[in-house]
């Protein structure tokens, strides 16, 4: 580490509490001419800039004039993989899977290949400002072994595995039940908690995996226990059909997973739109996750998110892109979806909602919420500075916005990477 204490001045804003539970005037901490201090890659204090700079007149300034100074965002379900075949038009899960996404995922056999998306996908996400992501790779290890290493080179935190399938998809893109369990621990062991790196074994979702292979995968779960486990869950009426004809013995998709060793904390469950009571209490019960990913479910015709309902019910749910069958990188675009699915089934988001679900709600939903997702002493330095009049149209409505929420909604329906004056990763400045 260098010895050099950096000092951001804007405004800040943080989350005490989740909104969700709380009014989001006590849940959230809003300082208008703040400052956070930055020490070895970790925020060491925040507040009011005039206190600030008085205790650190050392301290190298950046100042941000009224730049919002955030958590980096944080998404929490995307495959890097379909970087390249984002935004194809016009197909239902099944055969966007078939025409789309499994020929893009092919080529990342070639490590060259993986590594050259990896950086592009980073990059992207980056500019974005997003500083975390879970990523699916595809059954490849080269594919694993070049996102960690893109991540690594960055110093961003990260967590991502192999995607796991043994039926159901083409040539070139089936692994085994053995090999499966073998390359899953191989990488584990290589790159869980190395950096900011961590692993989630990744059975890709029911349909391309036998249960054997859930089964194996589930057994190497309860032997690491503390690394994450993501798949999909309920995304689509025909998936839930062709889960049923594949399972008949299942009660339902949760089942699927569940009697394999899949179901736990520190299980991410994408999408989990069409769900059975039965599903809820269980998800519930063991404080797992549920991601939603709502410019995927409208892109790819799925459904509306119970976001309200699921909340009141007290489940762990982040925020998540799901690129490439979301259609964007920005979490900015993906909170305006999570807004218009929320009106859609008359339960609007309020701002401090939405920004609290792409910061800090996601690292819960990653288990990673000691150490990114907010603005506080001790957290890893993952920050981003954010223009809240980045285009002519947002400018003339922030302009008259009574408060900070009115100025920040008007990014969040409207702003892009535009809106991402600077990244911050790790304490240092990325781009
Ligand atoms: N279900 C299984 N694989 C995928 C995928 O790559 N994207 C989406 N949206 N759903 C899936
Ligand atoms: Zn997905």
Same mark, same amino acid.
């Given at each position: 580490? !260098?010895?050099?204490?950096?000092?951001?001045?804007?405004?800040?804003? !943080?989350?005490?509490?989740?909104?969700?539970?709380?009014?989001?005037?006590?849940?959230?901490?809003?300082?208008?001419?703040?400052?956070?201090?930055?020490?070895?890659?970790?925020?060491?204090?925040?507040?009011?800039?005039?206190?600030?700079?008085?205790? %650190?007149?050392?301290?190298?300034? /950046?100042?941000?004039?009224?730049?919002?100074?955030?958590?980096?965002?944080? $998404?929490?379900?995307?495959?890097?993989?379909?970087?390249?075949?984002?935004?194809?038009?016009?197909?239902?899960?099944?055969?966007?899977?078939?025409?789309?996404?499994?020929?893009?995922?092919?080529?990342?056999?070639?490590?060259?290949?993986?590594?050259?998306?990896?950086?592009?996908?980073?990059?992207?996400?980056?500019?974005?400002?997003?500083?975390?992501?879970?990523?699916?790779?595809?059954?490849?290890?080269?594919?694993?072994?070049?996102?960690?290493?893109?991540?690594?080179?960055? $110093?961003?935190?990260?967590?991502?595995?192999?995607?796991?399938?043994?039926?159901?998809?083409?040539?070139?893109?089936?692994?085994?039940?053995?090999?499966?369990?073998?390359?899953?621990?191989?990488?584990?062991?290589?790159?869980? &908690?190395?950096?900011?790196?961590?692993?989630?074994?990744?059975?890709?979702?029911?349909?391309?995996?036998?249960?054997?292979?859930?089964?194996?995968? &589930?057994?190497?779960?309860?032997?690491?226990?503390?690394?994450?486990?993501?798949? %999909?869950?309920?995304?689509?009426?025909?998936?839930?059909?062709?889960?049923?004809?594949? !399972?008949?013995?299942?009660?339902?998709?949760?089942? *699927?997973?569940?009697?394999?060793?899949?179901?736990?904390?520190?299980?991410?469950?994408?999408?989990?739109?069409?769900?059975?009571?039965?599903?809820?209490?269980?998800?519930?019960?063991?404080?797992?996750?549920?991601?939603?990913?709502?410019?995927?479910?409208?892109?790819?015709?799925?459904?509306?998110?119970?976001?309200?309902?699921?909340?009141?019910?007290?489940?762990?749910?982040?925020?998540?892109?799901?690129?490439?069958?979301?259609?964007?990188? !920005?979490?900015?675009?993906?909170?305006?979806?999570?807004?218009?699915?929320?009106?859609?089934?008359?339960?609007?988001?309020?701002?401090?909602?939405?920004?609290?679900?792409?910061?800090?709600?996601?690292?819960?939903?990653?288990?990673?919420?000691?150490?990114?997702?907010?603005?506080?002493?001790?957290?890893?330095?993952?920050?981003?500075?954010?223009?809240?009049?980045? *285009?002519?149209?947002?400018?003339?409505?922030?302009? %008259?916005?009574?408060?900070?929420?009115?100025?920040?909604?008007?990014?969040?329906?409207?702003?892009?990477?535009?809106?991402?004056?600077? /990244?911050?990763?790790?304490?240092?400045?990325?781009?």
């Amino acid at each position: 580490w !260098s010895n050099i204490v950096d000092l951001l001045l804007g405004q800040v804003l !943080s989350f005490k509490s989740n909104p969700f539970e709380h009014p989001f005037e006590e849940a959230a901490r809003h300082i208008f001419k703040g400052a956070i201090v930055i020490e070895n890659g970790k925020i060491a204090a925040v507040g009011d800039a005039a206190d600030l700079l008085k205790t %650190h007149p050392t301290a190298r300034v /950046t100042d941000y004039g009224e730049r919002l100074l955030t958590a980096g965002f944080v $998404d929490a379900h995307v495959h890097y993989p379909q970087t390249a075949i984002i935004a194809s038009w016009g197909k239902r899960l099944i055969d966007w899977l078939n025409t789309y996404t499994f020929p893009e995922e092919t080529r990342f056999f070639d490590a060259e290949y993986a590594q050259e998306i990896s950086n592009r996908y980073l990059d992207l996400v980056l500019a974005n400002g997003t500083t975390t992501v879970a990523s699916y790779c595809t059954i490849h290890p080269e594919s694993v072994n070049a996102i960690f290493t893109a991540a690594a080179e960055r $110093d961003m935190r990260i967590v991502a595995g192999k995607t796991c399938m043994d039926r159901n998809a083409p040539d070139g893109l089936r692994d085994t039940v053995q090999s499966a369990y073998d390359d899953s621990k191989a990488l584990l062991e290589k790159w869980h &908690g190395v950096g900011r790196a961590g692993y989630a074994i990744t059975p890709r979702f029911s349909p391309t995996s036998t249960p054997e292979q859930l089964q194996a995968l &589930g057994a190497l779960w309860a032997e690491y226990p503390d690394v994450l486990m993501q798949t %999909h869950l309920s995304e689509q009426v025909d998936e839930i059909e062709w889960v049923k004809s594949l !399972s008949p013995d299942a009660r339902d998709y949760l089942d *699927t997973y569940e009697s394999c060793g899949l179901l736990g904390k520190g299980g991410l469950y994408g999408h989990a739109i069409y769900l059975t009571d039965r599903e809820k209490d269980r998800l519930k019960e063991v404080d797992a996750s549920l991601i939603h990913c709502p410019t995927s479910n409208t892109f790819i015709g799925s459904g509306l998110f119970d976001m309200a309902g699921l909340m009141a019910d007290g489940h762990r749910i982040g925020l998540a892109t799901d690129t490439g069958g979301g259609s964007n990188f !920005s979490m900015l675009r993906t909170m305006a979806a999570a807004y218009e699915v929320g009106q859609l089934r008359g339960t609007p988001l309020h701002a401090a909602q939405l920004y609290w679900l792409a910061t800090q709600g996601a690292a819960r939903a990653l288990h990673l919420d000691d150490k990114i997702g907010n603005i506080s002493v001790g957290m890893e330095a993952d920050i981003i500075a954010l223009n809240m009049s980045s *285009t002519p149209a947002i400018a003339q409505r922030t302009q %008259h916005a009574e408060d900070i929420w009115e100025a920040l909604f008007a990014t969040i329906m409207m702003g892009d990477d535009r809106a991402i004056d600077a /990244t911050w990763v790790g304490g240092k400045l990325l781009c």
